[in-house]
């Protein structure tokens, strides 16, 4: 679980960093993400330090979430996926818009998914160990 919390509060850092000190204005598929992800960020970290197991379903659930919205944006940005009407609407910026491009692929919604998946395999990893703890 402390893994969990590490990528969560990495991910919420870096996310405040992106908009709040870079300048780049979130999208709302961005938002959406935002809002699955920093919750956990708080969730994760009572949980470990309480030593409770039991947010791991809710963990695994927002994050599978948040792994869909940022791989749709992922795909998005690269031209594979068609708008589902995610244009710059008021303040947000067009959910396509491409802020950072390293590698050649990885983009903020790559960093985001990467994130969300690391979460959800370190929530089935703490899941498996705790119940393997409970039958022996």
């Known amino acids: 679980m402390a893994f969990s919390l590490a990528v969560a509060l990495i991910a919420t850092l870096g996310s405040l960093f992106y908009s709040e000190i870079a300048g ?20 994760l970290g009572v949980a ?3 030593k409770d ?10 994050s599978s979430l948040g792994a869909l919205i940022a791989g749709y944006q992922y795909l998005l940005q ?3 996926a068609p708008s589902i009407g995610c244009s710059a609407v008021g303040y ?8 950072v491009m390293q590698f050649g692929y990885v983009t903020i919604p790559m ?20 119940l393997s703890t409970l039958i022996k």
């Open 92 to 99: 947000s910026v067009d959910c396509a818009q491409r802020f």
């Open 111 to 130: 960093m985001a998914l990467t994130a969300f998946l690391l979460i959800i395999n370190f929530m089935v990893i703490s899941k498996r160990s705790s």
């Open 24 to 43: 780049y204005e979130p999208c709302k598929l961005c938002w959406f993400q935002r809002i699955l992800m920093y919750p956990q960020a708080i969730i």
């Open 48 to 50: 470990w330090l309480k």
């Open 53 to 62: 197991h039991s947010i791991v379903l809710y963990s695994i659930i927002l």
């Open 78 to 80: 690269i031209g594979l």
